[in-house]
């Protein structure tokens, strides 16, 4: 685990920032939803000397923040308090905020945190990661976040919709690399841009999507896994604030529109040795028996995972054929119709892209399952097979399931994912997602009106 924040860095922040007034101290829980309190600039050293203490419940909430009885953090421990301190780096000012504020994320400590600690998504993550620098294996990662801006206001029917643009309109066709499109929205991306800058998060290409005001922005990997998907916890918080700013919503729902592409998160995953030299390297187009050999141990765990991945039921409705959201457990090279992709480019850049999350999956999750998947590939040496050739549609074999409870069942019942995430880990997630798979279930809405109200 990453050593928390020291009492200095908030010193020189207050130094550095007289004007701060209120401070957001926050945890993600593993809905990836960030959960916390408002502090007033008076508390906050208070925070880097003792930590704060925080209700057990908060880290076993459905995504509608409701308690999970059965988590084993409700009524079995009462509710107590579990002591979480700031992670390094995270003290950022907002800059979109009206109250001069800014953010300090925390994360509950190994011991102080009990019972709380196993749940913590941070925390998995940097146990995953500590199993691979064990054998001599440094992860180094990426994200790619797409989301949709809408506008705050619904359409006529109560629907969401594209937000406007610079000159008023609304962006109606695909256009996708569309030049004219960025430039549209170039208020907003200015800002991001200048807060991303601001906040140490180093976001590059800007891309509008395969959809009406769908965009996408990469963050540039990092030689330290935890930082990286740090970092995309932010980004996604930080584009949510500006496009509020700006009178829009930012939306990394997995599949907001019936007609419209799906939002995914690709991850960029290689292995560095502790040199940094990238263990990936290869003139080969498909790397190195190591590249190929995580490709197989992520193929082989694909299914047992699919939940940290895809971890709500409208995550499903983004599986379609030639969507660009893969089907099935495939791999290729420089191909993006394969779960798994080898992009082309120089030899020390060889990497694989993960092409299966959606937007809505929690990063920490996300990328533990990758690389507790990756460990299993190099320990038991698996062969991943001959990479796809063209159409990997055509060609799937076996199709990934696309329902929830297949998922949630294939978590339950995998013995890997229970070595590699261990029980209480997984007891509190498949609480959580049991309950909101039931809540789901149970509610009635306009699709059930639409086909059953006259006809049944």
């Known amino acids: ?16 920032h007289p004007d701060i007034e209120m401070f ?17 600039r008076d508390e906050l050293l208070a925070v880097y000397e003792s930590g704060r203490p925080l209700p057990s419940t908060i880290l076993g909430l459905t995504i509608n923040g409701d308690d999970v009885e059965n988590s084993g953090l409700v009524w079995e421990v009462g509710d107590i308090d579990c002591r979480a301190y700031p992670i390094s780096g995270s003290l950022q000012r907002m800059p979109w905020r009206l109250i001069p504020t800014a953010a300090v994320q925390v994360s509950m400590h190994p011991t102080e945190g009990l019972p709380a600690t196993v749940a913590d998504p941070r925390h998995l993550l940097a146990k995953v990661i500590d199993g691979l620098k064990a054998d001599g294996y440094y992860p180094v990662m990426a994200a790619e976040l797409e989301f949709y801006l809408l506008d705050q206001k619904p359409d006529a029917n109560g629907h969401p919709q594209p937000a406007r643009d610079v000159d008023g309109g609304r962006p109606r066709s695909t256009q996708v690399y569309g030049l004219r499109e960025l430039e549209q929205i170039e208020p907003f991306l200015a800002d991001l841009y200048s807060a991303c800058k601001l906040q ?30 740090d970092e995309a916890v932010r980004y996604k918080r930080l584009v949510k604030g500006v496009a509020h700013r700006h009178g829009m919503t930012a939306c990394f729902m997995a599949k907001p529109f019936d007609d419209l592409a799906g939002t995914g998160m690709h991850m960029h995953v290689s292995l560095a040795d502790a040199e940094g030299h990238n263990l990936f390297a290869s003139e080969a187009a498909d790397g190195t028996p ?20 895809c971890p ?21 090279v420089d191909n993006r119709t394969v779960s798994l992709r ?97 809540q789901f279930m149970g509610e009635v809405g306009e699709q059930d009106w639409r086909w059953y109200l006259h006809q049944a």
């Open 1 to 16: 685990m990453s050593v928390f924040a020291c009492l200095q860095e908030a010193q020189s922040f207050l130094e550095q």
């Open 290 to 309: 190591l590249l190929r050999q995580a490709v197989g141990g992520m193929l082989s765990t694909l299914l047992d995972s699919l939940l940290m991945f």
């Open 200 to 229: 140490g998060i180093p976001a590059r290409t800007a891309i509008s999507e395969y959809a009406p005001g769908q965009v996408e922005i990469t963050l540039e990997h990092r030689t330290d896994a935890l930082q990286a998907m």
């Open 342 to 438: 080898v992009p082309g480019g120089p030899a020390n850049s060889r990497h694989i892209e993960h092409r299966i999350c959606g937007a809505d999956a929690n990063p920490y999750l996300a990328a533990a399952a990758i690389l507790a998947g990756i460990h299993r590939g190099i320990r038991e040496q698996r062969d991943p097979g001959a990479p796809v050739e063209g159409n990997g549609y055509a060609q799937a074999k076996a199709l990934l399931p696309t329902d929830w409870l297949t998922t949630l069942r294939a978590l339950e019942a995998s013995s890997w994912a229970r070595e590699a995430f261990g029980s209480e880990f997984l007891g509190v997630y498949l609480a959580v997602k049991r309950a909101e798979y039931r």
């Open 312 to 332: 709500n039921a409208n995550s499903y409705r983004r599986f379609q054929t030639n969507s660009y959201a893969p089907l099935a457990a495939t791999w290729g």
């Open 24 to 40: 957001e101290l926050f945890i993600l829980d593993n809905n990836g939803v960030p959960r916390g309190k408002w502090l007033h």
